[in-house]
T-cell receptor, first 117, second 110 residues
């Protein structure tokens, strides 16, 4: 059983650019959540995808968007990058019931470190 | 979501029990207490969760007070590899997100 993987590990972009981060969920999981973790802070929920549809969103602007594919892997896209977007981006997968509700723990990947210059 | 309060940091001697407190005085009856930890440069790792009864697994024990306003995570024999940030989270079972606070930075010293 493979765990949650994310790519790339590190990424450097300049302000105004766009970025795509990728996540492969753990085998058997159908739900993917994305979190942003600024330096020295706890992770903040961005959104969750269940069966290819967004079913929950945190307090992030629309320039943060995502996709989930039929194999339950996922992408996080961020447009018009700002300096404050520099953070560790974490993906977590779980097995969700109807509506993406998961009674079990979420399994996190190692994250992608994004630096915006 | 109910908020939690944790001490910002604590030290523990290797081989001794580490007792991590968490205050959640506004917890609702249907909210569970979850604990995750994050070792440096890794994603958070689930430890344990419970509603009102004490729980134990291979990683830790969770003690929840009778009024559910606070809890303690116990690492029975701390090792250097337990050095991490520990997050106490309260969550209703059907909430899709985890709301992390600042957590407690635990340093296990040899």
């Amino acid at each position: 059983e493979t765990g949650v993987t994310q790519s790339p590990t590190h990424l450097i972009k300049t302000r105004g650019q766009q970025v795509t981060l990728r996540c492969s969920s753990q085998s058997g999981h159908n739900t993917v959540s994305w979190y942003q973790q600024a330096l020295g802070q706890g992770p903040q929920f961005i959104f969750q995808y269940y069966r290819e549809e967004e079913n929950g969103r945190g307090n992030f602007p629309p320039r943060f968007s995502g996709l989930q594919f039929p194999n339950y892997s996922s992408e996080l896209n961020v447009n018009a990058l700002e300096l404050d977007d520099s953070a560790l981006y974490l993906c977590a997968s779980s097995f969700g019931l109807a509506g993406g509700i998961s009674y079990n723990e979420q399994f996190f990947g190692p994250g992608t470190r994004l630096t915006v210059l | 979501d109910a908020k939690t309060t944790q001490p910002p940091s604590m030290d523990c001697a290797e081989g001794r029990a580490a007792n991590l407190p968490c205050n959640h005085s506004t917890i609702s009856g249907n909210e569970y207490v979850y604990w995750y930890r994050q070792i440096h440069s890794q994603g958070p790792q689930y430890i344990i969760h419970g509603l009102k009864n004490n729980k134990t697994n291979e990683m830790a024990s969770l003690i929840i007070t009778e009024d559910r306003k606070s809890s303690t995570l116990i690492l029975p024999h701390a090792t250097l590899r337990d050095t991490a940030v520990y997050y106490c989270i309260v969550r209703v079972l059907n909430d899709y997100k985890l709301s992390f606070g600042a957590g407690t930075t635990v340093t296990v010293r040899a």
